[in-house]
């Protein structure tokens, strides 16, 4: 990349964020509590580049000066010096250029949100149910390890154990960004708990994760829900079954229906189902915009397509294998205990590396 070339790009940055800084100053933006989050959100997105703006204009600034003392300068200890320091700076130039580079590729607005993740059973039956509780744990496991926090939204309990169906929130900092990457049919072939000639079966579960939509995503119009209530059921003591604490959500014109039974208190209960229900009818337009990209990064896996085999969990081998990047790892063990650092972080790479190959920076 040529220097002059990155220079106007961190120029022009530089100036927004100091147009930003500037605007969160101001008492009016201060009182329009909408525009104020998302001015500093971009603040916060804008900091690190041009930090990294600073540091490499200074190494431009040095390397001129060495360059003109090897050319001025008649004092052999100082030639010295200057070739010795060109160098040292020479080298930190191209690695400070590349992660620039990344830098400046447009973040995508969606990966600091809050997430709701679905999980579902496929193909095989009470072992698929078996997996797809299998796959709970195993968020569970990396979320705690993340300090996100999980809520459970809504279930549905397998014959056999695991699950039919669950649906939970993530709160947590940059959370869409990283579990994204989970979107996708996920493959286990094992033996069964069922089984009793020993034969290894294959079967599936469905994860899909959705950005969590904020408030003022989306404008949803009280005559366009119909609400009803009914008792809950599953754990939660004496109100089980005997107050109608749990919250169905009907969108009419979309005919998306959610679910919430988590709470005992029938209000909370609402307020969880509308972020949902939010968050689905947000999803329908963002379904569009990750189309339109779909077909241009092949690890892209917030696709949402459902259909598309991501990623493989061999028992008998103890291997884990991620399709899209022909990642093959033996640590079973521990990726199902939450373990999903080094697939997520080469994911990311693989991702930002097309985003660079097909960007003009």
């Known amino acids: 990349m040529a220097g002059n070339n990155i220079l106007e790009k961190l120029e022009g940055v530089r100036l927004r964020f100091e147009e930003v800084e500037q605007m969160l100053t101001d008492p009016a933006v201060a009182n329009d509590m909408q525009r104020y989050i998302k001015l500093n959100k971009e603040y916060r997105d804008l900091e690190p580049v041009v930090k990294a703006y600073r540091e490499y204009s200074n190494i431009l600034s040095n390397i001129d000066s060495a360059k003109e003392i090897l050319a001025t300068e008649k004092d052999i200890e100082l030639k010295e010096m200057a070739r010795m320091e060109l160098e040292e700076l020479q080298e930190r130039l191209e690695p400070m250029e590349e992660k620039i580079r990344f830098l400046l590729l447009p973040a995508d607005p969606e990966d600091e949100k809050n997430a709701i993740v679905e999980i579902r059973a496929g193909t095989g039956g009470d072992e698929a149910s078996i997996f797809a509780g299998d796959l709970f744990r195993m968020y569970n496991k990396f979320c705690e390890a993340k300090k996100w926090k999980i809520e459970v939204t809504h279930y549905s309990e397998g014959t056999a154990g695991g699950y039919k169906e669950v649906v939970f929130n993530v709160n947590g900092q940059g959370v869409y960004g990283v579990l994204k990457y989970e979107s996708g049919v996920h493959r286990v072939q094992r033996v069964p708990q069922t089984e009793t000639q020993g034969r290894v079966h294959t079967s599936a579960a469905t994860v899909a994760v959705l950005p969590e939509a904020e408030e003022f995503d989306i404008d949803l119009r009280p005559d366009d829900i119909r609400k009803d209530t009914y008792c809950s059921s599953g754990p939660g003591g004496q109100s089980v079954n005997t107050t109608y ?29 509308m972020a949902e229900l939010r968050t689905r009818l947000y999803n329908l337009e963002y379904q569009k915009y990750i189309d339109d990209i779909a077909s241009k990064r092949k690890t892209m896996v917030s696709t949402g397509d459902r259909s598309a085999k991501i990623r493989t969990y061999n028992y008998q081998q103890g291997r884990v294998t991620d399709h899209r990047i022909n990642l093959t790892l033996y640590n079973l063990a521990a990726i199902l205990d939450g373990d999903l650092d080094e697939i997520t972080d080469k994911l990311q790479m693989a991702e930002n590396a097309e985003r660079l190959k097909a960007s003009a920076i």
Request: charged share 20%; proline share 3%.
């Open 245 to 273: 604490s749990a919250i169905r959500l009907t969108h009419i014109p979309s005919g998306i229906v959610v679910t919430c039974q988590d709470q005992k208190s029938q209000l909370k209960n609402l307020d969880k189902a």
